[in-house]
């Protein structure tokens, strides 16, 4: 593919040698941090405009609800968890009696989310904790909510940003960490430093819709293995813009 026909229209579009260097992954350093900003803003309010009713795709009416649908959705799809959640519910519907739920029981039915064992251990524990040490309500610091069993950093900014609209970090999941270092946003394969590098460049006001864009985005047009570069609506914005095509089966990337 040839030169964008929009690369030459946007001052915050980069120099092919650094989009080359981004798009393995290893940007070169040579980009300023307030370009890296700026466009970061670019984007955010971009995909506000594409995306403007994007949510947590967990179904939930309760911070604690959403809590422990995280923790279950752990190597596991959003759905599959929608599905077993309103069961789980019905059963255990507060910290206390999750707390002292069954064992055998309680993983019977989360079986199908997968871990469930795992799963149960860290369920029960988790409600334990809330019960002992929170009045068996969730606690609103980041601080507090890691100390959980079972919960990172990646659940609890969940529960933080979309259980009680406090952004104090930015959720990276697979979609998330994939995007960001296309976008040249961040370098950084590991969550935590990938969380860093976002915190730094986004605006906080976008730290909590933004992860929901950007898997919206993902699984729309910006897939894994096929990226649909030509149809992509923030292509001009996108560091990989202006790379060369390699030839293969179907003519893509």
Known sequence: MGKSRRSGQNPLYRSRPDAVAESRGRPSGREPARVRAERAEAICRRLADLYPDSRCSLDFRSPF????????????????????????????????RMAAADGDQLEEVIHSTGFFRSKARNIRGCCQRLVDRHG???????????????????????????????????????????????????RNTDAVRAER?????????HWVDLSHRLIEHGRGVCAARKPRCGAC???DLCPRVGLPRTPGKNGGR
């Open 65 to 96: 609800e959403l809590l422990i649908a995280t923790i279950l959705s752990a190597q596991c799809t959003d759905k599959r968890v929608n599905l077993v959640t309103p069961v789980l519910f019905a059963r255990w519907p507060d910290p206390v």
């Open 233 to 235: 609506p923030i292509e």
């Open 197 to 205: 590098d976002l915190m730094a460049v986004v605006p906080r006001p």
């Open 136 to 186: 068996g309500q969730v606690p609103e610091t980041l601080a507090a909510l890691v100390a959980l069993p079972g919960v990172g950093r990646k659940t609890a900014n969940v529960v933080l940003g979309s259980g009680m609209g406090r952004a104090e970090g930015v959720v990276v999941d697979t979609h998330v960490g994939r995007l960001s270092r296309r976008l040249g946003l961040t």
